[in-house]
């Protein structure tokens, strides 16, 4: 490692848009139910290319089977307690994986899949997936639980028109 800067300091700033960066309060953001009050999801952030959620899941709680469409990878960050991954194979076999703390899941869209929260702990965990409108094979038969549109989000920004499109006033800053 060396003491130079990554980027140069006489980098041209011209053709950047204006540059903020923002600090998310997921104690103070606004959340939704699924399934119930024994899971939480608190939309932080999203963009035109990714969504951050957080959510947190009572101990023997299940977001029950579910299929993203094939474009929708996502990655689950299991912060704390411990949650069990369940991916079903098109031959109807299961693959079961536990993430504990400091544990990431990578999911591959397409996936049709379901979370248990599992031990005696509450299960808090992160994801983040691509910013798509149609997350759910479900939603495509008009089974939508819900619409992103509806999402109390933290932070909406539009980065093709460089604009904020919703913001929380109690959950970020900048």
Known sequence: ???????????????????????????????FEQGGEDIETYPLAITNDFKLLYFEMAPG??????????????????????????????????????????????????ARHKIDAVG?????????????????????DGAAPYRIEDWPVALWVDRKRDEVVKKDDDAVSS
Not at 8 to 20: A, V
């Open 1 to 31: 490692m060396t003491d130079r800067d990554l980027t140069p300091p006489e980098l041209d700033h011209t053709h950047l848009p204006d540059q903020t960066m923002y600090k998310i309060d997921a104690d103070a953001a606004n959340h």
């Open 61 to 110: 709680a299940t977001i029950d089977w579910h299929t993203h469409t094939p474009a929708f990878d996502e990655v689950c960050l299991c912060l704390a307690g411990e949650a069990r991954f369940t991916l079903e194979r098109e031959d109807g076999s299961h693959q079961v994986l536990e993430a504990e703390p400091r544990e990431s899941v990578y999911i591959p869209g397409g």
């Open 120 to 140: 005696d702990e509450r299960h808090e965990g992160l994801v983040t997936m691509p910013s798509d409108p149609v997350a759910r094979v479900e939603m495509l």
